[in-house]
């Protein structure tokens, strides 16, 4: 857990300390959410990490040369 600077905890009053260490704790849970959910080790880009994201397609190749 995030610890409050012993300077800073000193100036507090223990209803702002109380406040602050709630605000420490959610983001704590907060970023252990978010790792959760972010792949860690993935060579694929987030966007095709999606249900609906689809990787684009290469264009066909051209079967004839242009030109006469």
């Avoid at 702002?16 to 709630?22: C, E, N, T």
């Amino acid at each position: 857990m995030s610890k409050i600077p012993p300077e800073l905890e000193a100036q507090m009053t223990p209803a702002v300390k109380a406040f602050v260490l709630s605000l420490l704790n959610r983001l704590e849970r907060m970023e252990a959410s978010i790792e959760e959910l972010t792949p860690q080790n993935s060579s694929v880009p987030p966007s095709t990490l999606h249900p609906r994201g689809r990787p684009k397609r290469k264009p066909a190749a051209k079967k004839r040369k242009l030109g006469g």
